[in-house]
């Protein structure tokens, strides 16, 4: 110990090492601050800390408590700067791949794709902000501008996020749902769109004007009444070899439920006198039906939709004087499902039938009775898509607003 500053020492072990400290007694107790390594301190130098330490311990101070309280500070803050680090790391684009991958591991491949589309569709200008970051007040802006152009759709993506940034909020990935007091101008209302006799026909004169592959694809498309994507991704391995029926893969099915669906003789002749295409690739033949590149399925809808009304509004002129045609008015491909159950409703065939023809798991059969029904009505399925594409080939072959007479007629080419 140091003779002239109280409590100012040296300690030196059996090892040799030597240590400047300092000590003092503080609430009763002995305490010691090490002020640093003989060499790397000179005794001067460790003197005046020794000076600087005993100047506290009379003002009342704690030197060694003072320096594990700046140490637990440091830590903390340590802490919550990787926090913070982490937090903003957590992008939106980034919670969308882990919503993905976690909860909707379990959804259909179809929704696994669609739902995180959707957002980084509706959301794009936010995706790369930190997820906890984005306000209440940004999403009403991104929502109702898309309401004011499309409604339904910013209806879906406003659920979509609320689903995803509670699911976030429960494992504490932020902080909030800012979703939660997002509001929504409006309620969701089922379409019901059902194209009538004459905008049917329209369609599928256009649609025989179109060039492969989507003038076919638009074809089967309203002969099968089977999902667009469904469709178009369609293999020429999910065909039997008889081309009978077509198996969707349960990857493939919306609902994740693989499905027959029976070809009918309109739909067979289509399909026989398609052209293979080549993959590139491989130099073998593609594996899919409708493809422009040879690799991969058929894209593009809009663009073909626009190309479809130019040729209805064509047809339209063609086939009625002074008529408005289907492509002045609301509709979409996927009303082509609801106009086929419509008209086989109309032609007495049976709405549990007509639910398995489209795939609905959940249709007319509920309840308890959902849960043991298991009978897939593959016969009855066949009937509606035959009686179905003999109703489309009649009111295709039928000029003015003339009912149909019920006659079988050839799928012209």
């Given amino acids: 110990m140091d003779e002239e500053l109280r409590g100012f020492g040296i300690r030196v072990t059996e090892a040799g090492s030597k240590v400047f400290l300092f000590q003092y007694r503080f609430a009763g107790r002995v305490r010691r601050l090490v002020l640093g ?3 790397d301190l000179t005794p ?7 000076e600087e330490a005993r100047g506290r311990v009379l003002a009342g101070g704690d030197p060694l408590g003072e320096r594990k309280a700046r140490a637990l500070a440091a830590q903390a803050e340590m802490v919550r700067r990787t926090a913070e680090a982490a937090a903003d790391a957590l992008t939106l684009d980034v919670l969308i791949d882990r919503w993905q991958t976690g909860p909707l591991s379990d959804r259909s491949p179809s929704y696994r794709k669609e739902a995180p589309a959707r957002l980084r569709s509706g959301l794009s200008v936010l995706l790369e902000r930190p997820a906890r970051s984005i306000s209440t007040t940004e999403l009403q802006v991104q929502l109702d501008d898309l309401t004011s152009r499309h409604p339904v759709a910013a209806r879906r993506l406003h659920a979509l996020g609320r689903a995803m940034f509670g699911w976030a909020e429960k494992r504490n990935l932020v902080p909030t749902n800012p979703f939660t ?3 929504m101008e409006g309620r969701d209302t089922s379409r019901d769109r059902v194209l009538t006799d004459v905008e049917l026909r329209e369609l599928w004169t256009a649609a025989g004007r179109l060039a492969y592959p989507f003038g076919p694809f638009i074809q089967l498309l309203t002969l099968t009444l089977q999902r667009r994507d469904e469709v178009a991704g369609m293999k020429w391995a999910e065909l039997d070899a008889e081309m009978t029926h077509w198996t969707i893969p349960a990857e493939r099915a919306k609902n994740g ?5 029976h070809l009918s003789e309109p739909t067979r002749q289509i399909l026989t006198n398609l052209p293979r295409q080549l993959d590139p690739e491989s130099n073998g033949p593609s594996p899919f039906v409708f493809t422009s590149n040879g690799r991969t399925p058929i894209s593009g809808f809009s663009k073909t939709k626009t190309k479809l ?3 209805m509004t064509e047809a339209a002129r063609s086939l009625r004087k002074n008529a408005s045609s289907l492509a002045t008015t609301d509709w979409r491909l996927h009303d082509l499902r609801r ?7 109309r032609l007495g065939i049976g709405h549990h039938v007509a639910d398995r023809v489209l795939n609905h798991v959940q249709g007319a ?3 308890v009775a959902a849960v043991y029904q298991r009978h897939e009505f593959l016969t009855e399925r066949a009937v509606a898509l035959d009686t179905w594409a003999r109703h489309v080939l009649n009111v295709a072959e039928k000029h003015g607003n003339e009912p149909s007479d019920g006659k079988v007629v050839p799928l012209r080419r």
Avoid: C, D, F, N
Wanted: proline share 3%.
């Fill in 365 to 367: 059969i509920k309840g």
């Fill in 44 to 50: 001067a130098q460790a003197r005046r800390l020794a």
């Fill in 309 to 311: 009304e130019e040729l």
């Fill in 181 to 183: 007091s997002v509001t």
């Fill in 339 to 345: 106009t086929g159950v419509t008209v086989m409703a």
């Fill in 37 to 39: 390594p003989y060499g």
């Fill in 257 to 261: 439920r693989a499905h027959i669906v």
